[in-house]
């Protein structure tokens, strides 16, 4: 029995007529993890012996919740009650959170096993997974690859099959890319949609959490799950939350879709691009009608992004001092001396170049030409999707300019890596919500994904979209060779 | 050379919410250290900020009394800066969009009164509490997340003294409208100020200092006091003023530099994104508008007309909330409130004073205050008796018709009883009805006194005066 290549909705319905029970597929997906951990790196923190407990705990009951005795993997931003969180950084090194993050209250709450915790990028910073203080989580589907970032942890565990329902965090493509160059499914809601505390933030203004699955319907599910309003978030929306399941099963005919012209740059990957290309010709034969669109103001969104992002990312990162949480420096002989010492030794490369970075925008005489100005040109870039969404219904993008490339292949160049995310990252700016999909492979068997980004709390439009699409394919069923 | 000096001061004010302004944690003064704490106001991270709406109202409150204009919408900001005692290593406050601006507040010196301009009142949270040892500190985040309302007057304060009558002022309105413990001992009232001379005339800034520590309104006077003087000497020196923050020292009286490096705070503040910014609803402003008291500068005006008090009596009843609704019920009761006041700001003050006592503890009801002062209209007893009998009242609680029964304190009017005294009076006193007859006229108040303590202060005065002198001007 191999429970663990099945998708969520499946081994539902096999829990449901009692074929199979909980502790069954837990079982197996041990088992995949003692066989692939190792090469992939996925899981930041995991025990067996804790998750069996878990998991036989909530299978003794009768089944309450929607999603009893699903295993679920969270990534190391999202707080769990006494269980090890550290945003795959030294500076949480041993930290426990005294509560739990909104999200994992409302999967405990419909009786999910909370499984373990994925690896990722420190703090969300990164593309790859490569900061991570555990080392790189490595893509299934080519082992010197890197997995996409930041939740490069929870997109391998799902794509190797050793996690069935994952959540990740996207403040700037961290769901999607990854998703995207791992062959899987990962939606990332619009903002305010989803509950951001107990995430660990990075950039308030742009963070959510949102599903890594393998298949449209898996995100449906878990998007439904731990969507909705919460009094803890002022962020979040005071809008009542669809049955997203029921809604992907309508058709696309007639509705109209936009194909954004700056996403499509010279030079591109010509796989990607001819992936993409296919998949629109795709969707028209179902009806869908495609045309031609512009977002003039996608060319600044990077430079927006780092400046926004970093400059929240400055502020949230403030709290990490050796006071009284994580890391505390030894040999400390002050009270600067503490913080110094502590943030030196607690902060990845990457992190202190964005703190740096974030505290430089805001700083008194740059902020006017910085800061402020990012803010501006967001609301144009904003503008840009609310013109668009009068037209269309959803709009298509490739999710990444190329596949997964080489692990090491973009690290001394941080700039580079940051054009990883150019599809992206207007999503977040404009809080708009995007989902990204396997629509090919390349040459190497390297996944390539579809992006489809809609209007605000539209996640039924893009899913359903997202869904017909997959349907009439069958990218989602094939798996990497581990 | 002539010296002008200007002041400003920055009130911090703890709001007497149930709890704290972005968590749910008691805001209760005083309990154990670290027990009323959550992840929000430990900065954990992954914790969120959510306003409390009670703090919001009584800030609009306060700058509602002090004529301030409420913001449309509202707005905080963040002010980032790395401090043991601020968990989240920024504080959220209000930078370019406080709740409230240009408003003012009147201060009264005797018959003079000057409108001191409010710039802004705005809404921000507190920080944690540091004890340092020797070679360690500890943190108390009790206080961490405490509402705090910011008040920031303009330089118009002109000398130390105008700078404590702001600060009384201040407090009068704040106590009316029960937002605050307005304790400076305690901490729930900080105050910083501001200040710099110029010369007599001039129009632009001198360098200013900022002045920090100081733990009573009267060691915010003698602070400034100090500094004003400091700044003169160094300026009839023909010496330049430092732009310093500097900490009274109460127990030598003196103003010094602060020694850490604090000064080159760039506090990076941005819109905090974890907290909406939204407008202020008008039906909720319009309420707390309509749930307004009536403030001290209303009342008394309100005392001046309805009363016929003096513009100084009016004042000094409006002042505090306790004694002016005291005082209304008194004046209820009985028809000249001019004497209320008079009995008011006399005996029972002093009466207060001595035993260290409020109002609100004061033993004594309007209706016996009222009823004593209809027995002395009516002659029952004199005014000398009923001093003694208002302590009286207020030792046992007991009416005072009933205590001048017992204790036979009724006014002796009768002529053949006065008679004995008066007569006693004049023999005793043979060297005052010679200086009565030598011109002296307020021989005849020497003589009363005596009569007075013969008749233990029961005799009426008018009589024994008219009786007494009858009897000099006939004497041999």
Known sequence: MELNTLTGHRLIELLDKKDISPIDICNNIINKIEKTENSLNALAHFDKEVSLERCRNIAKGAKKGALWGMPVFIKDNICVKDELTTCSSKILKGFKPPYNATVIEKLAGLDAVLMGKTNMDEFAFGSSTETSCYGPTRNPWDLNRIPGGSSGGSAAAVSADEAIFSLGSDTGGSIRQPAGVCGVVGLKPTYGRVSRYGLIAFAS???????????????AILLKAISGRDEMDSTSANIPVSDYVSGIKKDIKGLRLGIPKEYFVEGMDEEVKNSIKS????????????????LPHTEYAVSVYYLVATAEASSNLARFDGVQYGLRAENIKSMMDMYKKTRKEGFGDEAKRRIILGTFGLSSGYYDAYYLKALKVRTLIKRDFEEAFK????IITPTSPTAAFKIGEKTSDPLTMYLSDIFTISANLAGIPGISIPCGFT??????????????????????????YEQSTDWHKRKPKL | MSYETVIGLEVHLQLNTKSKVFCGCSADFGSAPNTQVCPVCLGFPGSLPVLNRRALELGAKVAIALNCRIAKKIRFDRKNYFYPDLPKGYQISQFDQPLSQHGSLAIVSGETEKKVRIRRVHLEEDTGKLFHQNDYSLIDFNRSGIPLLEIVSEPDINSPEEAYLYLTALKSILEYLDVSDCNMEEGSLRCDANISLRKKGGKKLGVKTEIKNMNSFKGVKSALEYEGRRQADLLENGERIIQETRLYDA??????PMRSKEEAHDYRYFPEPDLAPFDF????????????????????????????????????????????DYFEKCAALYDNPKIVANWLMGDVSAYMKDN??????????????SGMLKMIDSGVITGKVAKALLIEIIQTGRAPEKLVKEKGLEQISDVNLLETAISQAISENPKSVEDFKGGKDNAVMFLMGKVMQKTKGRANPNKVNEMLREKLKGAK
Request: charged residues 35%; proline residues 5%.
């Open chain 1, 205 to 219: 203004s742009l963070d959510q959490i949102g599903p890594i699955t393998k298949d449209v319907e898996d995100a």
């Open chain 1, 279 to 294: 998949a629109i010709e795709k969707l028209e034969k179902m009806g869908a009608i495609c045309e031609d669109t512009s």
């Open chain 1, 391 to 394: 037209k269309f219904d959803a």
């Open chain 1, 443 to 468: 040459k190497n068997n390297l996944p390539i994904g579809l992006q489809i980004l809609g209007k605000h709390f539209d996640e039924e439009m893009i899913l359903r979209i997202a869904y017909n």
């Open chain 2, 251 to 256: 127990e030598k009286g003196v103003t010094e």
């Open chain 2, 281 to 324: 609803e008008e039906n909720f402003l319009k309420a707390i508008e309509k749930d307004m008291p009536e403030l001290p500068e209303p009342k008394k005006n309100r005392f001046i007309k309805d009363y016929q008090l003096s513009n100084y009596d009016a004042a000094i009843m409006a002042s505090d909330k306790s004694v002016a």
């Open chain 2, 356 to 369: 260290n006592i409020l109002i609100k503890d004061l033993n004594l009801k309007p209706d016996q205050l």
